[in-house]
Protein backbone atom coordinates (compact mmCIF):
# COMPACT_ATOMS: atom_id res chain seq x y z
CA UNK A 1 0.00 0.00 0.00
CA UNK A 2 1.39 3.08 -0.85
CA UNK A 3 2.08 6.14 1.42
CA UNK A 4 2.58 9.58 0.77
CA UNK A 5 3.91 11.73 3.80
CA UNK A 6 4.61 15.67 3.33
CA UNK A 7 6.74 17.30 5.90
CA UNK A 8 8.48 20.68 6.26
CA UNK A 9 7.41 24.18 7.90
CA UNK A 10 4.68 25.17 9.03
CA UNK A 11 4.97 28.59 9.51
CA UNK A 12 7.04 30.91 6.44
CA UNK A 13 7.52 34.71 6.75
CA UNK A 14 6.20 36.54 3.62
CA UNK A 15 8.82 36.98 0.98
CA UNK A 16 10.42 33.79 1.95
CA UNK A 17 10.60 30.42 0.46
CA UNK A 18 8.25 27.86 1.19
CA UNK A 19 10.35 24.17 0.84
CA UNK A 20 8.31 20.75 1.45
CA UNK A 21 9.44 17.32 0.70
CA UNK A 22 7.02 14.20 0.17
CA UNK A 23 8.11 11.03 1.28
CA UNK A 24 6.81 8.12 -0.58
CA UNK A 25 7.05 4.71 0.50
CA UNK A 26 5.41 1.43 -1.11
CA UNK A 27 6.00 2.24 -4.52
CA UNK A 28 9.17 3.92 -6.40
CA UNK A 29 8.53 7.25 -7.80
CA UNK A 30 10.63 6.10 -10.96
CA UNK A 31 7.61 3.62 -12.14
CA UNK A 32 6.00 4.65 -15.63
CA UNK A 33 2.16 3.94 -14.39
CA UNK A 34 1.95 7.55 -11.88
CA UNK A 35 3.01 10.93 -11.84
CA UNK A 36 4.10 12.47 -8.79
CA UNK A 37 2.82 15.92 -7.73
CA UNK A 38 1.32 18.78 -5.37
CA UNK A 39 -2.29 19.92 -5.08
CA UNK A 40 -3.20 23.17 -2.75
CA UNK A 41 -6.53 24.22 -0.64
CA UNK A 42 -6.82 27.65 1.14
CA UNK A 43 -8.36 27.57 4.20
CA UNK A 44 -12.28 26.98 3.70
CA UNK A 45 -11.49 26.55 -0.43
CA UNK A 46 -10.90 24.10 -3.32
CA UNK A 47 -8.57 22.36 -4.71
CA UNK A 48 -6.27 23.89 -6.81
CA UNK A 49 -3.22 22.16 -8.96
CA UNK A 50 0.16 23.21 -8.49
CA UNK A 51 2.78 20.95 -10.48
CA UNK A 52 3.36 17.34 -11.24
CA UNK A 53 6.43 15.75 -12.59
CA UNK A 54 6.85 12.15 -14.74
CA UNK A 55 10.03 10.04 -14.41
CA UNK A 56 11.25 10.73 -17.80
CA UNK A 57 12.07 14.00 -16.23
CA UNK A 58 8.85 15.99 -17.36
CA UNK A 59 7.27 18.31 -15.67
CA UNK A 60 4.21 20.53 -15.68
CA UNK A 61 3.02 23.30 -13.71
CA UNK A 62 -0.04 25.47 -13.07
CA UNK A 63 0.42 28.59 -14.96
CA UNK A 64 -0.04 30.91 -12.53
CA UNK A 65 1.82 29.47 -10.07
CA UNK A 66 4.79 28.55 -12.53
CA UNK A 67 7.02 31.64 -12.27
CA UNK A 68 7.62 31.00 -8.53
CA UNK A 69 7.12 26.64 -8.43
CA UNK A 70 9.35 23.95 -8.70
CA UNK A 71 9.22 20.49 -8.07
CA UNK A 72 12.11 18.13 -7.61
CA UNK A 73 12.62 14.52 -7.49
CA UNK A 74 15.26 12.72 -5.37
CA UNK A 75 14.71 8.87 -7.04
CA UNK A 76 17.34 7.65 -4.67
CA UNK A 77 15.64 8.77 -1.55
CA UNK A 78 12.07 7.92 -2.90
CA UNK A 79 11.58 11.94 -2.08
CA UNK A 80 9.02 14.54 -3.88
CA UNK A 81 9.97 18.33 -3.19
CA UNK A 82 8.45 21.60 -3.45
CA UNK A 83 9.59 25.32 -3.41
CA UNK A 84 7.39 28.33 -4.06
CA UNK A 85 9.25 31.52 -3.91
CA UNK A 86 8.12 34.96 -3.10
CA UNK A 87 5.62 33.74 -0.62
CA UNK A 88 2.67 35.78 0.47
CA UNK A 89 -0.53 35.39 2.51
CA UNK A 90 -2.54 34.24 -0.60
CA UNK A 91 -0.19 31.34 -0.05
CA UNK A 92 -1.30 29.94 3.26
CA UNK A 93 -2.88 26.48 2.41
CA UNK A 94 -2.82 22.82 3.26
CA UNK A 95 -0.17 21.24 0.88
CA UNK A 96 -1.19 17.77 -1.06
CA UNK A 97 1.39 14.95 -2.19
CA UNK A 98 -0.44 12.83 -4.67
CA UNK A 99 -0.30 10.13 -6.70
CA UNK A 100 -1.84 10.31 -9.95
CA UNK A 101 -2.82 7.36 -11.62
CA UNK A 102 -2.04 7.10 -15.41
CA UNK A 103 -4.33 3.63 -16.13
CA UNK A 104 -6.59 4.35 -17.78
CA UNK A 105 -7.65 8.34 -17.39
CA UNK A 106 -5.44 10.87 -15.37
CA UNK A 107 -7.18 10.56 -11.69
CA UNK A 108 -5.19 10.85 -7.94
CA UNK A 109 -5.47 7.59 -6.02
CA UNK A 110 -3.58 8.37 -3.50
CA UNK A 111 -3.45 11.61 -1.77
CA UNK A 112 -0.90 12.38 1.32
CA UNK A 113 -2.06 13.25 4.84
CA UNK A 114 -1.52 17.18 3.98
CA UNK A 115 0.63 19.71 5.48
CA UNK A 116 -0.43 23.48 6.59
CA UNK A 117 1.50 26.08 5.46
CA UNK A 118 1.32 29.44 6.85
CA UNK A 119 2.33 32.83 5.79
CA UNK A 120 2.85 35.47 8.18
CA UNK A 121 5.73 37.35 10.01
CA UNK B 1 -8.84 25.95 -20.11
CA UNK B 2 -11.44 23.69 -19.22
CA UNK B 3 -13.78 24.72 -16.60
CA UNK B 4 -16.04 22.35 -13.93
CA UNK B 5 -19.16 24.02 -12.54
CA UNK B 6 -20.48 22.31 -9.24
CA UNK B 7 -23.02 23.38 -7.16
CA UNK B 8 -21.98 24.88 -3.46
CA UNK B 9 -24.30 22.85 -1.53
CA UNK B 10 -26.63 20.40 -1.79
CA UNK B 11 -28.75 18.98 1.11
CA UNK B 12 -30.66 15.88 1.22
CA UNK B 13 -32.54 13.64 4.25
CA UNK B 14 -31.31 10.38 5.81
CA UNK B 15 -32.10 7.59 3.84
CA UNK B 16 -32.34 9.29 0.55
CA UNK B 17 -30.74 9.81 -2.36
CA UNK B 18 -28.08 12.60 -3.05
CA UNK B 19 -27.39 13.73 -6.53
CA UNK B 20 -23.94 16.03 -7.20
CA UNK B 21 -24.10 17.59 -10.37
CA UNK B 22 -20.72 18.50 -12.40
CA UNK B 23 -21.29 20.82 -15.48
CA UNK B 24 -18.67 21.28 -17.92
CA UNK B 25 -18.51 21.59 -22.01
CA UNK B 26 -19.25 18.40 -23.80
CA UNK B 27 -18.09 16.80 -20.67
CA UNK B 28 -19.54 13.48 -21.86
CA UNK B 29 -16.17 13.47 -23.63
CA UNK B 30 -14.03 13.54 -20.92
CA UNK B 31 -13.31 11.05 -18.07
CA UNK B 32 -14.84 12.11 -14.74
CA UNK B 33 -12.98 11.46 -11.35
CA UNK B 34 -15.14 12.38 -8.07
CA UNK B 35 -13.34 12.93 -4.68
CA UNK B 36 -14.61 12.86 -1.38
CA UNK B 37 -13.08 14.74 1.89
CA UNK B 38 -14.49 15.13 5.13
CA UNK B 39 -13.42 17.83 7.45
CA UNK B 40 -9.58 17.60 8.19
CA UNK B 41 -8.69 15.00 5.72
CA UNK B 42 -7.23 14.35 2.61
CA UNK B 43 -9.68 13.91 -0.36
CA UNK B 44 -10.41 10.34 -0.83
CA UNK B 45 -11.39 8.43 -4.98
CA UNK B 46 -14.83 7.60 -4.97
CA UNK B 47 -15.50 7.30 -8.20
CA UNK B 48 -13.17 7.37 -11.15
CA UNK B 49 -13.48 6.98 -15.30
CA UNK B 50 -17.31 8.26 -14.59
CA UNK B 51 -18.54 4.96 -13.30
CA UNK B 52 -15.86 3.10 -11.79
CA UNK B 53 -15.60 3.00 -7.80
CA UNK B 54 -11.50 1.80 -5.96
CA UNK B 55 -11.58 -1.24 -4.17
CA UNK B 56 -14.01 -0.41 -0.47
CA UNK B 57 -15.97 2.28 -1.92
CA UNK B 58 -19.75 1.37 -1.45
CA UNK B 59 -22.18 0.53 -3.86
CA UNK B 60 -24.59 2.95 -2.85
CA UNK B 61 -21.51 5.58 -4.70
CA UNK B 62 -21.97 5.43 -8.50
CA UNK B 63 -21.43 8.00 -11.27
CA UNK B 64 -22.76 8.96 -15.11
CA UNK B 65 -21.78 11.25 -17.49
CA UNK B 66 -23.96 12.68 -20.01
CA UNK B 67 -24.20 15.74 -22.35
CA UNK B 68 -22.38 18.87 -20.77
CA UNK B 69 -23.32 17.11 -16.91
CA UNK B 70 -21.36 14.81 -14.70
CA UNK B 71 -23.52 13.18 -11.22
CA UNK B 72 -22.60 11.67 -8.68
CA UNK B 73 -25.02 9.51 -7.17
CA UNK B 74 -25.19 8.51 -3.13
CA UNK B 75 -28.58 6.28 -2.23
CA UNK B 76 -29.52 5.44 1.14
CA UNK B 77 -27.58 8.75 2.51
CA UNK B 78 -26.26 8.41 6.17
CA UNK B 79 -24.62 11.19 8.38
CA UNK B 80 -21.26 9.71 7.14
CA UNK B 81 -21.97 10.80 4.05
CA UNK B 82 -21.63 14.39 4.97
CA UNK B 83 -18.51 16.07 3.26
CA UNK B 84 -17.44 18.00 0.32
CA UNK B 85 -17.71 16.51 -3.05
CA UNK B 86 -14.97 17.53 -5.88
CA UNK B 87 -15.42 16.42 -9.29
CA UNK B 88 -11.92 16.53 -11.44
CA UNK B 89 -11.57 15.78 -15.22
CA UNK B 90 -7.54 15.60 -16.74
CA UNK B 91 -7.05 18.69 -19.85
CA UNK B 92 -4.98 17.01 -22.37
CA UNK B 93 -4.42 20.52 -23.32
CA UNK B 94 -2.04 21.68 -20.65
CA UNK B 95 -1.35 18.51 -19.10
CA UNK B 96 -3.18 19.11 -15.63
CA UNK B 97 -6.09 18.06 -13.92
CA UNK B 98 -9.08 20.55 -13.39
CA UNK B 99 -11.27 20.57 -10.46
CA UNK B 100 -14.66 21.68 -9.94
CA UNK B 101 -15.38 24.31 -7.05
CA UNK B 102 -16.92 21.31 -4.64
CA UNK B 103 -19.91 20.49 -3.48
CA UNK B 104 -20.66 20.36 0.32
CA UNK B 105 -23.80 17.72 1.17
CA UNK B 106 -25.70 18.28 4.31
CA UNK B 107 -27.35 15.08 5.32
CA UNK B 108 -30.76 16.46 7.33
Known amino acids: QVQLQESGPGLVKPSETLALTCTVS??????????WGWIRQPPGRGLEFIGSTYYSGSFSYNSSLESRVAISVDTSRNHLSLRVTSVTAADTAIYYCARVSLTTDYYIDNWGRGTLVTVSS | SYVLSQPPSVSVATGKTARLTCAGN??????VHWYQQKPGLAPVLVVYDDTDRPSGIPERFSGSNSGNTATLTISRVGAGDEADYYCQVWDSDTDQPVFGGGTKLTVL
Open chain 1, 26 to 35: GDSIRGSDFF
Open chain 2, 26 to 31: NIERKS
